[in-house]
């Protein structure tokens, strides 16, 4: 039996070394993979970048440039790095290329061909004129089809993509959105014999009479398509139109002159003395005005974004959450080569007037920055499952099929910037139902029609109702900042008609209990509606108090604006709603909140969604509702704290830098002073309430930079005694340079850090 064990102790030697060569052999196993991928990846990032397309159009004759291209190049840019640092593009990195067509026919079409010839092209995203982008995909059908690259247009007429199975546009489908809200909204409204006025050698005129003359029930009753001349309308064409109509008392009136034209147009209607309703192609902002020169009648619109009186939530988010919000200002460059400052037609802006950032150009630049980045980062999430040694044609191909599938309304939503993106699988066009606009008549301002649509999963319409209500926040107490939470007190007023009521309405924000799992709303009626002599008429009046909560943004404590919301969204949806609030100027300002000082307030609304997924068919949902947040932005009062931390700190660092002054025969002395001067800095940390920031506030940078000044200040004092650093003159000169001109220019530049924070 010994013998034996001496046999197994010879052999174990060799039983480790083979053990240990196996570990070794499993190890490279486990390891090559990896060392495989990652030099592919070394690899991927040595190839070529792939190129995102931009197709932009810039207009030179305008007197100060609206912005748009200068946001469009920044944003798509940072959506570039994003991706890139995320690694890319089938681990390839990603530029975007901007290509601008001025206008000019000859141009779109160049920029096109240039676009489609680059090998390295991944993806086109732009081109929004409709006559230009035919002109331009009749020269290169050919090669955009046989090449696959996936192209996100801007193009409004589906009929130029629809033999282009890679072309996607960010517009609504004439077929699928606009047309069947308009007829139903022609029906519902009631308006009958309705007429069109448009350009005959305008694509998106053209085909917008032809839809209407099928869409609308009975068709058209007059049908006019009018000649450009000089890129003008002629006065005597036109009233002879406005003359036919009003022989044949048409009902509402179709307009699709172009909106240089509009006014003028709309102008020639009141001077015949005929003025039905109208529903205007562009913007109906234009014909806002009071008083003899007010249509007065009602005009529509269709709209996507700039609702009027509301903001996107998710631009003012990505706005006001910035350090400097100027930054996102685009519009407002003197465009010198513009011919109005040789006619005179261009006039100086007033220079005591800043430019704002919410300011209407400027937002309509920075929504066409968001949406081109985007598209940009859709594009990149369509590519994630694209392998690092996949084809540039395999990749443009995935990126084709995602769009049709993944992105298709009901399935899928991609959430951006700007909005939620999915595509329609047969026209490949924006899934994304206008809302209407009206300018009632007399008011001068815009506002949503009574009703809206929203698509459904079977592409039938269903109604939603416009809720013109306000919220009157009368008090904001009890702000904590650990919690998330505040209470507050204000009075929700709504027009009864359509029969609103604060029963369908959800505080989507209301504090939920963690007990009972119930909101804490109390709710006291005021008015019930109806008519009444002490109460507005048709107006439903409540008082709530509730506790809601927020998501604080810390990083510039105590110095920082924080934003306070009361959420509503429908309470059921099945009777779903989307809330219209008055203009800002006539909303009450004045708000009572203990120890901040409102500085803005503003109506935000988002489009969010519900995804689920069915565990037995495995189908994928998305089921979209409107949801609107009435905002108010406040500053926190820092008194308290400049009494209670900034001046104890300013004096712990006056006392420890006088202390270098002292006879350095009492060094004991001075050190002590240093040390006690440190440990009072984090003894007043620790005294202060805690904060739950998950992030470094700026009152911990505040203290922090103390430690190190009180720190530097202690070394510089014991390296001054040192007896190896005495000898070394310039050494001396250095450290007593730093202990007496460094060390208070450092807490000089701090303080001015913090004084721009605390003003800002």
Same mark, same amino acid.
Request: with cysteine; charged share 20%.
């Given at each position: 039996?010994?013998?034996?064990?001496?046999?197994?102790?010879?052999?174990?030697?060799?039983?480790?070394?083979?053990?240990?060569?196996?570990?070794?052999?499993?190890?490279?196993?486990?390891?090559?993979?990896?060392?495989?991928?990652?030099?592919?990846?070394?690899?991927?990032?040595?190839?070529?970048?792939?190129?995102?397309?931009?197709?932009?159009?810039?207009?030179?004759?305008?007197?100060?440039?609206?912005?748009?291209?200068?946001?469009?190049?920044?944003?798509?840019?940072?959506?570039?790095?994003?991706?890139?640092?995320?690694?890319?593009?089938?681990?390839?990195?990603?530029?975007?290329?901007?290509?601008?067509?001025?206008?000019?026919?000859?141009?779109?079409?160049?920029?096109?061909?240039?676009?489609?010839?680059?090998?390295?092209?991944?993806?086109?995203?732009?081109?929004?004129?409709?006559?230009?982008?035919?002109?331009?995909?009749?020269?290169?059908?050919?090669?955009?089809?046989?090449?696959?690259?996936?192209?996100?247009?801007?193009?409004?007429?589906?009929?130029?993509?629809?033999?282009?199975?890679?072309?996607?546009?960010?517009?609504?489908?004439?077929?699928?959105?606009?047309?069947?809200?308009?007829?139903?909204?022609?029906?519902?409204?009631?308006?009958?014999?309705?007429?069109?006025?448009?350009?005959?050698?305008?694509?998106?005129?053209?085909?917008?009479?032809?839809?209407?003359?099928?869409?609308?029930?009975?068709?058209?009753?007059?049908?006019?398509?009018?000649?450009?001349?000089?890129?003008?309308? /002629?006065?005597?064409?036109?009233?002879?139109?406005?003359?036919?109509?009003?022989?044949?008392?048409?009902?509402?009136?179709?307009?699709?002159?172009?909106?240089?034209?509009?006014?003028?147009?709309?102008?020639?209607?009141?001077?015949?003395?005929?003025?039905?309703?109208?529903?205007?192609?562009?913007?109906?902002?234009?014909?806002?005005?009071?008083?003899?020169?007010?249509?007065?009648?009602?005009?529509?619109?269709?709209?996507?974004?700039?609702?009027?009186?509301?903001?996107?939530?998710?631009?003012?988010?990505?706005?006001?959450?910035?350090?400097?919000?100027?930054?996102?200002?685009?519009?407002?460059?003197?465009?010198?080569?513009?011919? *109005?400052?040789?006619?005179?037609?261009?006039?100086?802006?007033?220079?005591?007037?800043?430019?704002?950032?919410?300011?209407?150009?400027? &937002?309509?630049?920075?929504?066409?920055?968001?949406?081109?980045?985007?598209?940009?980062?859709?594009?990149?999430?369509?590519?994630?499952?694209?392998?690092?040694?996949?084809?540039?044609?395999?990749?443009?191909?995935?990126?084709?099929?995602?769009?049709?599938?993944?992105?298709?309304?009901?399935?899928?939503?991609?959430?951006?910037?700007?909005?939620?993106?999915?595509?329609?699988?047969?026209?490949?066009?924006?899934?994304?139902?206008?809302?209407?606009?009206?300018?009632?008549?007399?008011?001068?301002?815009?506002?949503?029609?009574?009703?809206?649509?929203?698509?459904?999963?079977?592409?039938?319409?269903?109604?939603?109702?416009?809720?013109?209500?306000?919220?009157?926040? =009368?008090?904001?107490?009890?702000?904590?900042?650990?919690?998330?939470?505040?209470?507050?007190?204000?009075?929700?007023?709504?027009?009864?008609?359509?029969?609103?009521?604060?029963?369908?309405?959800?505080?989507?924000?209301?504090?939920?209990?963690?007990?009972?799992?119930?909101?804490? =709303?109390?709710?006291?009626?005021?008015?019930?509606?109806?008519?009444?002599?002490?109460?507005? /008429?048709?107006?439903?009046?409540?008082?709530?108090?509730?506790?809601?909560?927020?998501?604080?943004?810390?990083?510039?404590?105590?110095?920082?604006?924080?934003?306070?919301?009361?959420?509503?969204?429908?309470?059921? *949806?099945?009777?779903?709603?989307?809330?219209?609030?008055?203009?800002?100027?006539?909303?009450?300002?004045?708000?009572?909140?203990?120890?901040?000082?409102?500085?803005?307030?503003?109506?935000?609304?988002?489009?969010?969604?519900?995804?689920?997924?069915?565990?037995?068919?495995?189908?994928?949902?998305?089921?979209?509702?409107?949801?609107?947040?009435?905002?108010?932005? &406040?500053?926190?009062?820092?008194?308290?704290?400049?009494?209670?931390?900034?001046?104890?700190?300013?004096?712990?660092?006056?006392?420890?830098?006088?202390?270098?002054?002292?006879?350095?025969?009492?060094?004991?002395?001075?050190?002590? =002073?240093?040390?006690?001067?440190?440990?009072?800095?984090?003894?007043?940390?620790?005294?202060?309430?805690?904060?739950?920031?998950?992030?470094?506030?700026?009152?911990?940078? &505040?203290?922090?930079?103390?430690?190190?000044?009180?720190?530097?200040?202690?070394?510089?004092?014991?390296?001054?005694?040192?007896?190896?650093?005495?000898?070394?003159?310039?050494?001396?000169?250095?450290?007593?340079?730093?202990?007496?001109?460094?060390?208070?220019?450092?807490?000089?530049?701090?303080?001015?850090?913090?004084?721009?924070?605390? =003003?800002?």
């Amino acid at each position: 039996m010994s013998g034996v064990f001496a046999k197994a102790r010879r052999l174990k030697p060799i039983t480790s070394a083979v053990a240990a060569f196996g570990a070794a052999l499993a190890a490279a196993g486990t390891l090559a993979p990896a060392i495989a991928h990652a030099a592919e990846d070394a690899e991927a990032a040595q190839r070529p970048p792939l190129i995102m397309q931009i197709f932009v159009t810039t207009k030179s004759d305008d007197c100060y440039d609206s912005g748009q291209l200068t946001a469009i190049k920044r944003l798509t840019t940072l959506a570039q790095h994003r991706i890139n640092r995320d690694g890319g593009i089938a681990g390839r990195r990603i530029l975007v290329n901007i290509l601008d067509d001025q206008r000019t026919q000859q141009k779109t079409t160049e920029n096109l061909a240039a676009a489609i010839a680059d090998p390295q092209t991944i993806a086109m995203i732009g081109l929004t004129n409709a006559t230009r982008a035919k002109a331009a995909f009749d020269a290169n059908g050919k090669e955009l089809k046989a090449s696959g690259i996936p192209f996100v247009s801007d193009i409004s007429v589906n009929d130029i993509i629809k033999d282009y199975p890679n072309v996607f546009t960010t517009r609504a489908s004439e077929d699928e959105e606009r047309l069947p809200v308009i007829a139903e909204f022609v029906k519902q409204s009631h308006f009958e014999r309705p007429a069109f006025i448009g350009i005959q050698s305008a694509l998106a005129s053209t085909n917008l009479g032809d839809d209407l003359n099928k869409y609308l029930a009975g068709g058209l009753t007059g049908d006019h398509r009018l000649q450009l001349v000089a890129d003008k309308l /002629d006065p005597a064409e036109v009233a002879a139109a406005i003359a036919d109509l009003k022989s044949k008392n048409v009902g509402i009136v179709f307009l699709a002159v172009g909106g240089d034209r509009l006014k003028d147009v709309v102008k020639q209607f009141q001077d015949a003395g005929f003025t039905p309703p109208l529903f205007v192609s562009g913007r109906i902002d234009a014909l806002a005005s009071k008083g003899r020169d007010a249509y007065p009648n009602d005009a529509y619109q269709l709209a996507w974004d700039g609702l009027p009186d509301v903001y996107s939530e998710r631009l003012r988010e990505l706005t006001w959450s910035t350090a400097s919000p100027e930054q996102w200002i685009f519009e407002g460059r003197k465009n010198a080569s513009a011919p *109005g400052w040789k006619d005179g037609t261009c006039k100086p802006r007033d220079e005591d007037i800043p430019l704002n950032v919410l300011d209407n150009d400027n &937002m309509r630049a920075l929504s066409a920055g968001t949406q081109y980045a985007d598209i940009v980062s859709l594009i990149a999430e369509a590519a994630r499952s694209a392998e690092v040694t996949a084809a540039i044609p395999d990749v443009r191909k995935l990126i084709v099929e995602q769009l049709g599938t993944a992105y298709a309304p009901g399935r899928g939503i991609f959430k951006g910037q700007f909005d939620n993106w999915s595509f329609q699988p047969a026209s490949r066009a924006a899934a994304r139902t206008p809302m209407i606009l009206m300018l009632p008549r007399g008011r001068g301002q815009t506002q949503l029609a009574p009703f809206q649509f929203l698509h459904l999963r079977d592409q039938s319409l269903q109604r939603i109702d416009t809720l013109y209500a306000d919220i009157d926040l =009368i008090r904001a107490e009890r702000i904590d900042d650990t919690d998330k939470t505040f209470f507050a007190d204000f009075y929700l007023s709504m027009n009864d008609r359509g029969g609103a009521s604060i029963e369908q309405i959800e505080f989507a924000n209301a504090y939920l209990e963690p007990g009972s799992n119930d909101r804490q =709303i109390t709710v006291r009626a005021l008015h019930d509606g109806g008519q009444s002599a002490a109460y507005p /008429d048709h107006m439903k009046i409540y008082q709530v108090t509730g506790k809601f909560v927020y998501s604080p943004d810390l990083r510039n404590y105590p110095f920082d604006t924080q934003r306070f919301s009361i959420d509503l969204r429908p309470k059921s *949806g099945n009777t779903p709603f989307i809330v219209q609030p008055p203009p800002l100027k006539v909303r009450d300002h004045v708000v009572t909140v203990d120890g901040w000082d409102p500085k803005d307030q503003y109506v935000g609304y988002d489009q969010d969604f519900v995804r689920t997924v069915d565990a037995q068919t495995l189908e994928p949902s998305v089921f979209p509702f409107y949801k609107a947040s009435f905002v108010w932005l &406040m500053k926190r009062e820092t008194t308290d704290y400049f009494l209670r931390v900034v001046v104890p700190l300013g004096f712990i660092l006056i006392i420890a830098y006088l202390s270098i002054f002292i006879s350095t025969h009492h060094f004991e002395a001075i050190v002590t =002073i240093q040390v006690t001067a440190l440990l009072s800095a984090v003894a007043l940390y620790l005294a202060l309430p805690k904060l739950d920031a998950n992030t470094e506030t700026l009152s911990d940078r &505040m203290f922090l930079f103390t430690y190190l000044m009180l720190s530097v200040i202690i070394a510089i004092t014991i390296a001054r005694e040192n007896k190896r650093i005495e000898p070394v003159r310039w050494l001396r000169r250095g450290l007593v340079f730093l202990h007496i001109v460094a060390v208070p220019g450092a807490v000089a530049a701090m303080a001015y850090y913090v004084y721009l924070a605390s =003003i800002a």
